[in-house]
């Protein structure tokens, strides 16, 4: 069965008067889209930030009077009518199954030599990942939560998993094997899992989001290693202390949270630090290299990877 879509691009408005008129109207959704590609990132607890731009998209019944619905707008109290003369478009669309409909360009991507994330139902080809290949799988879709593989940052910081997860040249043991992780930030907990997934022992994960925290849960247990996550609101995440210690969030937390960060990551111990641009990568640098040896080893699309080890404590630097 088909339906009735429009499309308003409102600009700057505020959207919630022309979301309530929609469904006084008789839509059956209301969505609001980005105008103009402005990322949201790291919103404050409770924040709901929008967009500088909005398109609104309504769904109505396919047997819905257009020209009456287009004049009733016109006329709604608090709405801008030369706006919605002006902006407002409609078309016909197939019904379909909207749940799965937003997956549609999202595909199993591999990360370093093993590791693929893959949305739900989805798997590499066999021409992807060659015969015999030794391949971890990631079962994770997109949702609330930030992190799916498919931002720069995240994209770094798997590939960095994926390396401690190979034996070393001289046959060393992985670096990943074993270790004891934290998941600062973890939004949707794909870098924890991944960790589980390539090895690691135990993986605390924390959010301050409680739909990260969700998130997190549903995707370690849809992934087997729910039993060996922790995951928690706590910002001092427990007191614990870790062998590998990720954190892609943005630069001032970073630099902010650099004595907490080095307090939980064990002597030895490795650290990836993402969320930067390229050109913030010094200044995050610098507040953490009184506990750690530390630099950017990773650029994508202006997003920054910084890694480095855990000093002895007798050699911190003051």
Not at 37 to 54: F, S, Y
Not at 165 to 184: C, E, M, R, S, T
Not at 229 to 242: F, G, I, L, N, P
């Amino acid at each position: 069965m088909p339906f009735l879509q429009l499309s308003l691009d409102i600009g700057t408005h505020d959207p919630e008067p022309y979301e309530d008129a929609l469904f006084e109207l008789g839509a059956l959704s209301v969505t609001l889209l980005d105008a103009a590609d402005d990322p949201v990132l790291e919103p404050a607890p409770g924040a709901m930030p929008l967009w500088p731009t909005i398109v609104v998209r309504a769904v109505f019944a396919a047997d819905t009077d257009v020209n009456q619905l287009r004049t009733a707008l016109s006329s709604a109290h608090g709405l801008d009518p030369l706006l919605i003369a002006d902006k407002a478009r409609f078309e016909s669309v197939a019904d379909r199954a909207w749940e799965r409909e937003w997956l549609k360009d999202f595909k199993p991507m591999r990360f370093g030599r093993r590791l693929w994330v893959c949305p739900g139902g989805q798997r590499p080809d066999a021409d992807s990942i060659g015969p015999n290949a030794d391949v971890v799988l990631l079962e994770l879709d997109p949702g609330l939560a930030f992190g799916t593989g498919t931002h720069a940052t995240t994209a770094l910081c798997l590939e960095w998993l994926d390396s401690g997860a190979a034996i070393g040249n001289d046959g060393a043991k992985p670096w990943l094997a074993g270790a004891d992780v934290i998941d600062y930030g973890c939004g949707s907990g794909i870098l924890a899992i991944a960790a589980l997934r390539l090895g690691a022992r135990r993986a605390v994960a924390m959010d301050i989001d409680p739909q990260a925290l969700l998130a997190t849960r549903e995707n370690a247990e849809r992934n087997g290693v729910l039993d060996r996550a922790q995951v928690t609101a706590d910002r001092e995440v427990e007191q614990a202390e870790a062998d590998v210690l990720l954190a892609n969030i943005l630069a001032g937390p970073l630099v902010d949270l650099a004595p907490l960060l080095a307090s939980r990551t064990r002597v030895g111990g490795r650290i990836a630090l993402s969320g930067l641009l390229v050109e913030q990568a010094a200044a995050v640098t610098a507040a953490y290299r009184p506990w750690f040896d530390v630099g950017l080893t990773g650029e994508r699309d202006g997003w920054g990877l910084l890694t480095g080890y855990r000093r002895a404590r007798d050699a911190v630097r003051q």
